[in-house]
Structures are given as structure tokens and as C-alpha cells.
């Protein structure tokens, strides 16, 4: 049974950082590529961040480029997103997702950057 569960995400003011993580299980973690979405309010799903297998190979929606950083560890089947200089155009639930022979989703995390 595949299982992606994401950390608790939570109220940040303008500026701030947060590091999501997201642990998962059922499937090798090592050969997928993980990716992080989000959906703000009222909006669409939307793409942020991808990692390759080997952590080498990585993109961002430009919206977060130079501002986040994801990243993983195969030893412990976790991905990471480390999000810096957040703004309120942030605020989303943020998901993270493999496609391994199906698409896959975690639970989802509330984000709110706000004063």
C-alpha cells in the first residue's frame, strides 16, 4: 500500500521559512521522481517543485525559484521542500505526489503565510 504523509505545515508570517517533509512508504522510494504541488485558495492545483531519483536533477515553478529548495533522502524515503522568504502568495494546502504507475498524493498540509 503506497503511503506519502506529509509534516504538519502552519502559520508563517511574511518572510519566514518553513521545511515540509513528506515520509513515504509502499513503493521504492529510490527510482521515483517526487514532486511537491500546491493549491492556494480558491485556486487550481498548481506544480512547485520536482527531485529525480538521484537528488541531482531538480525544478521549480518560477514563482518559488531562488526562494525554495527541495530535496531528499533515499535512506529515509523522505522528500523535503525548504521554503525561505515566504509570501502571502504562498498560502496553500501543499501535497506531495509520485507518479508510480499511478499517481499518488499525500493528505496534503496547510501553508498560511500571513501578518
Known amino acids: 500500500q503506497v503511503q506519502l504523509v506529509e509534516s504538519e505545515g502552519g502559520l508563517v508570517q511574511p518572510g519566514g521559512s518553513l521545511r515540509l517533509s513528506c515520509v513515504v512508504s509502499?513503493?521504492?522510494?529510490?527510482?521515483?521522481?517526487m514532486n511537491w504541488y500546491r493549491q492556494p485558495p480558491g485556486k487550481g492545483r498548481e506544480f512547485v517543485a520536482a527531485?529525480?531519483?538521484?537528488?541531482?536533477?531538480?525544478s521549480y515553478v518560477d514563482s518559488v525559484k531562488g526562494r525554495s529548495t527541495i530535496s531528499r533522502d533515499n535512506a529515509k524515503n523522505t522528500v523535503y521542500l525548504q521554503m525561505n522568504n515566504l509570501k502571502p502568495d504562498d498560502t496553500g494546502v501543499y501535497y506531495c505526489?509520485?507518479?508510480?504507475?499511478?499517481?499518488?498524493w499525500g493528505q496534503g498540509t496547510q501553508v498560511t503565510v500571513s501578518s
Open positions: 509502499g513503493f521504492p522510494f529510490s527510482l521515483y521522481t
Open positions: 527531485i529525480d531519483p538521484t537528488g541531482n536533477v531538480k
Open positions: 505526489q509520485v507518479h508510480a504507475r499511478n499517481d499518488y
